[in-house]
């Protein structure tokens, strides 16, 4: 079992930037592909990105490609979502998510993963 917690949500005015942390115990991450998906109000959970099981690779959904960026800390057991010029639009929960899928075209499937924290809100507004 895996128990996962996200932290670090909050309010943040139009293009700027937050981090948000996933803390997990009970099992070492490394061992799992680690994936974020957010989901606003009335709206379908989305793809943000993720980290593959095997190698570490880093993926990202097109609404965040060049804006977002994952980190990890081995250590901590705790993977980092940077997000910057932040949008409206990002306003949602954020969700982090580990499972055992290896092959990278399932990552942003969230049927594919199987603990899941209870999320942090963030908050794009002016």
């Known amino acids: 079992q895996v128990h996962l917690v996200e932290s670090g949500g909050g309010l943040v005015e139009p293009g700027g930037s937050l981090r948000v942390s996933c803390t997990a115990s009970?099992?070492?991450?490394?061992?799992?592909?680690v994936g974020w998906f957010r989901q606003a109000p009335g709206k379908e959970r989305e793809f943000v990105a993720a980290?593959?099981?095997?190698?570490?690779?880093?993926y990202y959904g097109d609404s965040v490609k060049g804006r977002f960026t994952l980190s990890r800390d081995n250590g901590k057991n705790t993977v980092y979502l940077q997000m910057t010029s932040l949008r409206p639009e990002a306003t949602a929960v954020y969700y982090c998510?580990?499972?055992?899928?290896?092959?990278?075209?399932?990552?942003?499937?969230?049927?594919?993963?199987?603990?899941w924290g209870q999320g942090t809100q963030v908050t794009v507004s002016s």
């Open positions: 980290y593959s099981r095997v190698g570490g690779y880093t």
């Open positions: 998510a580990a499972g055992r899928v290896v092959i990278t075209s399932s990552l942003p499937n969230h049927q594919q993963y199987d603990y």
């Open positions: 009970g099992r070492t991450l490394s061992g799992y592909a």
